[in-house]
């Protein structure tokens, strides 16, 4: 098993920056990668970054790319979401998800939140206008 927990968000201003991290523990040899997605309230769960586990290939959607940057600490088996220039729309709750494979599956396979098997708790993310 993989456990996941997320922390770093909070309530910020339009126009400022979160770093969100994802903590990973138990059989993290597991995990081949992990991506970002968030959920507004009567929203679906949206795909926003990923990385690859070994090799730091990452991955970004459209809508947060050259915003948000994804890296992952080796050493502490952490990955961070570093979010700049923050918009009241980007208020959801983030996940960080992790799947041991396949290795072989593209981005667009990624993308989807059924892809996933390790899941976090999810953290609160809140831009004022």
């Known amino acids: 098993q993989v456990q996941l927990v997320e922390s770093g968000g909070g309530l910020v201003q339009a126009g400022g920056s979160l770093r969100l991290s994802c903590a990973a523990s138990g059989r993290t040899f597991e995990i081949y990668v992990m991506f970002w997605f968030r959920q507004a309230p009567g929203k679906e769960r949206e795909f926003l970054a990923g990385i690859t586990w070994n090799g730091g290939r990452t991955y970004y959607a459209d809508s947060v790319n050259g915003r948000f940057t994804i890296s992952k600490d080796d050493a502490n088996n952490t990955v961070f979401l570093q979010m700049n220039t923050l918009k009241s729309e980007d208020t959801a709750v983030y996940y960080c998800?992790?799947?041991?494979?396949?290795?072989?599956?593209?981005?667009?396979?990624?993308?989807?939140?059924?892809?996933?098997?390790?899941w976090g708790q999810g953290t609160q993310v809140t831009v004022s206008s």
């Open positions: 998800a992790a799947d041991p494979g396949p290795g072989w599956a593209s981005v667009n396979y990624w993308m989807r939140p059924s892809a996933y098997y390790y």
